[in-house]
């Protein structure tokens, strides 16, 4: 048995490639915690004060996610910290993700709130995925609908909630396959607004943050396997139709063969992204014509996509 990097006593369970740490369980866990709260600091994510929602699937990271920042928060009493779940309306995956989502919470003394595409839209993700394979019609995929439907609906949450952040579970390895997702889909310009912290540009957004931004998905998994946190396992049933999962199977291909290439395109892009940011126009939001959201356009684009689902 390999010894611990760190700590030199105990046997090693875990090891770092990228690093060439070998680490025991209490000393893995010791660096994960370590590293979200370097993340916070480094990018001013939070405050000692501030009111914070986390917005918790169920899925390993945001639950993982919750409990780290649960323990990390205990240090500053004035913050309050809630999840937030939005319920897409996906038969047989995300009812069983708000029961996790709700053991988790309880068992954390964390309020949970949570709101859903029907309660907000009138439809479930599920009910128009139908609507558009009944029409026959070459629609969007189920991911863009979800997507875009899901963001508003987060923000619609929070800002209900009054907080002050809202806190999504990003991944380093979302991180990098966003980066690359935007060069694919031919609009390198959004690289400039995908930031650890993104920048608030109307009074009616609140402000995202990601402390996971840097933090590889292989070890939150290890995380939450050591502290033997609930989460969900099954994949969306959706989830095959993304473009996603092709970008994911190639990074994490080239990470296995070459330990740090996560890393090593994401600093890239925190370099490359001042450069983009004084390039990219600045966006100047007005509110929507039907829902009075925040938007760019005369219609925000959750509006154009009901309108073009003709369900408005
Ligand atoms: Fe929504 Fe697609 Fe994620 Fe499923 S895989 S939850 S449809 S974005
Ligand atoms: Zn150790
Ligand atoms: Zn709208």
């Keep these: 048995m390999t010894v611990c990097t760190l700590c030199e006593r105990k046997d090693a369970v875990f090891g770092r490639r990228y690093s060439g740490e070998k680490l025991c369980g209490i000393c ?8 979200v709260r370097k993340t916070i600091s480094k990018y001013e994510m939070l405050g000692p004060k501030d009111r914070i ?3 918790v699937s169920g899925g390993k990271d945001s639950v993982t996610l919750l409990h780290i920042l649960t323990k990390i928060e205990k240090a500053f009493p004035e913050v309050i910290l809630s999840a937030g779940t939005v319920d897409e309306g996906i038969r047989d995956y995300r009812d069983e993700a708000l029961r996790i989502a709700e053991r988790n919470c309880r068992k954390l003394g964390v309020e949970h709130v949570v709101t859903s595409f029907k309660e907000l839209f009138g439809y479930e993700l599920d009910e128009i995925v139908e609507l558009v394979r009944r029409r026959g019609e070459k629609g969007l995929t189920p991911c863009s609908y979800c997507g875009v439907l899901r963001r508003k609906a987060l923000n619609t949450m929070a800002r209900e909630a009054g907080v002050d952040k809202l806190v999504t579970a990003h991944s380093l390895d979302d991180e990098t396959q966003t980066m690359l997702l935007n060069i ?5 310009l959004r690289i400039a ?8 540009i109307h009074p009616k957004l609140v402000q995202r943050v990601k402390p996971l931004c840097q933090m590889p998905e292989k070890e939150v998994a290890f995380y939450a396997y050591l502290k033997g946190i609930e989460f969900q396992c099954i994949p969306c049933p959706y989830a095959q139709t993304a473009l996603r999962n092709d970008i994911r199977s190639m990074l994490n291909s080239m990470e296995h063969k070459h330990a740090g290439t996560l890393y090593t395109i994401f600093s890239s892009m925190e370099r490359i992204r001042p450069a983009l940011e004084s390039y990219a126009e600045e966006v100047k939001l007005q509110n929507c ?3 009075g959201e925040p938007t760019v356009g005369d219609l925000c684009k959750p509006c154009q996509m009901l309108q073009e689902l003709r369900v408005l």
């Design 53 to 55: 929602m986390v917005a």
């Design 289 to 291: 014509k039907l829902c």
């Design 184 to 188: 694919v889909h031919g609009d390198p």
């Design 193 to 200: 607004r995908s930031k650890p912290v993104l920048t608030v």
């Design 28 to 35: 893995f866990c010791k660096t994960i915690e370590d590293k």
